[in-house]
């Protein structure tokens, strides 16, 4: 989900100006009046398309509990997601209630933009710790947690038998992940053993944490690229590609890495629990796929962990039934909707076996295990601001033109000096 | 202001208009009404035109201006900050590599300039057949969606599965990966800006040379000019006009590249600071890193840079274009 912010380098339009205009257009219709009883219209805004119908449901459900209200669902793609609603915040004409995602969910915490929901009776234990840390600013809970992702391996059953070695198993080290790569890589065929990709989420986020370091201190004021422990997280990757494991910077921008995973050209490919669905669904590779835990670094093998949260517009004319729907919309009758549906893993506790259950011919279960040792997905006030600087250093390092010892010291100073200025 | 506008209109053919199309016949020196007395009804013709001149152009002009004094919130709200965001940009190590790039980007793309009068002037010989055919071929990228333009040209240049190296491979040549070298990627683009720009002056340029009278042809055969000799003496100086308006407009859009490299490149493209313009710069600041009031200082600056070379370029016009 939060991938396709981060690294996806697809060929889409951006345009601005139109994107200004939309969100001009967007204005809000809910500002009848909250009377008991009166027909009030309450708007929900997500962006992802395949979660439209499980969202529907939800909006069906919460009326049946309030027959006045009218959830109206407001889709916008990812890619102008927060463009608009930035703008339309800004305008006074956002929705009551939308998602967010935990770069963008700081920013909106710390303006003043969103409502705490402390009083919604929300039990921090039914959400992972990691989720649960993730939405709270300031001791406040500011997000309902919705669903979350964590990573695993996935591997070409076909090319691993081709070659005669054994899958990926729980307790793989970085040694083994290394040694197997190697064993699968055959330049004649112009086949690689894995995918060292520039993904955070997917593929270094884990490896720092696997090596003991931290992407940003958890309170979100120091970097933590200067440390030893990051420079192994990120050495892993820039070594597989200088061993000829994984094929190079260069080749990965011009040709989406998954791309190569689904063609049989990359054996191991990392990728969060989102990429199950659409896995199944690919009949180039729905049955030579399956996945595996990560390989434990020095630290263990810990997966970062990313969810989507309910939050509340503060200037929402109907707060109190906006909170209660943020509730409801990640509450226990909620996740059984959407653990149903398959697309996401809820994030209410106790309701992942059913998206488990969706797709029997993986292991899925990985992604649930991964829970006890997944770490925060690094955030702060304003994340997008080093997280340029960041994917434009490491570009750098994994295409080689700098080594990743002196990339990550300009990486650490830069991104201090950004999270310096963030705290003014 | 209306005034101004109201005078312009009136003037028959402009000064400036006249570049346009080269086409223009007369030396028309205001035959019309003096300044100050043109019909009431003129202000109806311009009137829509001026409107959305003010409310798009120029009043987000004026606003990124005072914008670009300020440091504004995330949500709205703004506090005055002097001269904060020049100073702030001028010591940015990122603006020199922009403008580096920009102007680079800049005088390749002029290069497709002499291209089109090439090609405008082949497909205006006479007895060409298919000339429609031709023309149509030369402007379908100007009819094309640019994302659909970056897409396939990603393709082109894709270092392990690109035509473009395919056959390069046939001759033997071992080709790299276009888009992500940072030696290569900035030309690489400027390559299909030129491809994608050409249509269009291609088709200015032939209007402009069937402007050319064809007893100044005629005279020159009789004067025994070959074909050569034709096209550099008469042809061009002939041409000239439409070829000011066009580099004029050229080094506008040039200064102003931002879309081929966004959709072809991608932000953790290694070859980024190679490529990065003004425009990149400030899509980076505004959308990218929240700053809005940063962002707007970076547009006047371009806008400063525009004014700059558009000025100069009227102002050389007098030593190379001829008007008939």
């Known amino acids: ?424 | 202001m209306t005034e101004l506008i109201a005078q312009r209109a009136s003037a028959p053919i402009s000064e400036l208009d006249r570049g346009r199309l080269g086409a223009a016949p007369g030396r028309g020196r205001r035959r019309g009404r003096g300044p100050g007395q043109s019909p009431w009804w003129a202000l109806l013709f311009i009137g829509p035109t001026a409107a959305g001149l003010l409310a798009f152009y120029l009043w987000p002009t004026v606003r990124t201006f005072f914008m670009s004094f300020t440091e504004s919130g995330p949500f709205g709200g703004s506090e005055f900050v002097g001269i904060d965001n020049y100073v702030r940009l001028f010591q940015d190590p990122e603006l020199l590599g922009a403008l580096r790039n920009t102007a680079l980007y800049t005088v390749i793309a002029l290069v497709g300039i002499p291209l089109a009068v090439a090609i405008a002037a082949l497909l205006n010989t006479t007895g060409l057949r298919g000339r429609g055919v031709y023309r149509t071929l030369y402007f379908i990228p100007v009819v094309t969606m640019p994302a659909a333009i970056a897409l396939v040209w990603r393709m082109i240049y894709n270092g392990d599965y690109g035509v473009l190296n395919e056959v390069l491979g046939v001759f033997g040549i071992d080709g790299k990966s276009w888009l992500t070298d940072p030696s290569t990627a900035l030309v690489a683009i400027a390559v299909v800006g030129i491809w994608a720009g050409l249509g269009t002056n291609i088709v200015i340029f032939l209007a402009g040379l069937q402007g050319i009278p064809d007893t100044v042809m005629e005279a020159a055969d009789l004067d025994g000019a070959g074909p050569v000799r034709k096209f550099f003496s008469i042809t061009i100086p002939l041409l000239s006009p439409s070829i000011f308006f066009v580099s004029v407009i050229s080094v506008i859009g040039a200064l102003q590249v931002f879309d081929l490299i966004y959709m072809m490149l991608g932000q953790s493209n290694p070859a980024m600071p190679n490529t990065r313009t003004i425009v990149y710069l400030f899509y980076q600041a505004g959308f990218i890193d929240n700053e809005k009031g940063y962002a707007a200082a970076i547009a006047f600056l371009l806008l400063i840079i525009i004014l700059v070379l558009t000025v100069v370029q009227f102002r050389l016009q007098k030593k190379w274009v001829h008007y008939e």
């Open chain 1, 1 to 424: 989900m939060l991938r396709s912010a981060i690294t996806r380098r697809g060929a889409a339009a951006v345009a601005l100006a139109a994107t200004a205009a939309l969100a001009l257009s967007a204005c809000s219709d809910s500002g009848s009046a909250a009377g008991d009883g009166e027909a009030v219209t309450l708007e929900y805004g997500v962006w992802d398309q395949k979660q439209e119908a499980a969202m529907k449901e939800i909006a069906a459900a919460f009326t049946e509990e309030h027959p006045e209200v009218t959830v109206k669902l407001v889709t916008t793609p990812y890619k102008e997601y927060f463009t608009k609603l930035q703008t339309s915040v800004s305008g006074g004409s956002a929705p009551d209630v939308f998602w967010m995602n935990g770069p963008n969910f700081q920013l909106y915490a710390s303006n003043g933009v969103l409502a705490p929901l402390d009083d919604q009776g929300i039990d921090p234990a039914d959400y992972p710790q990691g989720l649960v840390d993730l939405y709270t600013f300031d001791g406040a809970l500011f997000g309902a947690p919705k669903d979350f992702d964590t990573v695993g391996l996935w591997y070409n059953t076909e090319l691993f038998d081709a070659a005669g070695v054994a899958y990926p198993e729980a307790g793989w080290t970085w040694d083994d992940l290394k040694a197997t790569a190697a064993k699968l890589t055959d330049p004649a065929k112009g086949q690689f053993g894995i995918a060292a990709s520039q993904f955070g989420q997917e593929n270094y986020y884990n490896s720092i944490a696997q090596a003991g370091g931290e992407v940003i201190s958890p309170d979100g004021t120091e970097s933590g690229y200067g440390s030893p422990e990051a420079l192994a997280g990120i050495e892993l990757w820039t070594d597989l590609i200088a061993a000829g494991s994984s094929p190079t910077a260069q080749q990965m921008t011009d040709t989406n890495p998954e791309d190569l995973f689904f063609s049989g050209k990359v054996a191991m490919f990392q990728n969060g629990s989102w990429a199950a669905g659409a896995y199944a669904d690919n009949p180039d590779i729905a049955d030579k796929v399956n996945v595996a835990p990560l390989a434990a670094g020095p630290d263990g093998n810990q997966s970062v962990i990313h969810g989507l949260a309910n939050v509340v517009n503060a200037k929402s004319d109907q707060l109190e039934l906006a909170k209660e729907f943020a509730a409801f919309a990640s509450g226990e009758a909620a996740s059984d909707i959407m653990a149903d549906s398959g697309t996401v893993i809820p994030a209410f506790d106790g309701k992942q076996q059913a998206w488990v259950d969706a797709l029997p011919q993986y292991d899925l279960q990985v992604y649930i295990d991964a829970l006890d040792t997944a770490v925060a997905y690094p955030v702060s006030k304003n994340t997008a601001a080093w997280t340029s600087i960041e994917s434009e250093i490491l570009s750098q390092v994994w295409a080689g033109s700098i080594s990743p010892k002196d990339g990550l010291q300009q990486l650490a100073t830069e991104m201090q000096a950004a999270l310096d200025s963030e705290s003014e």
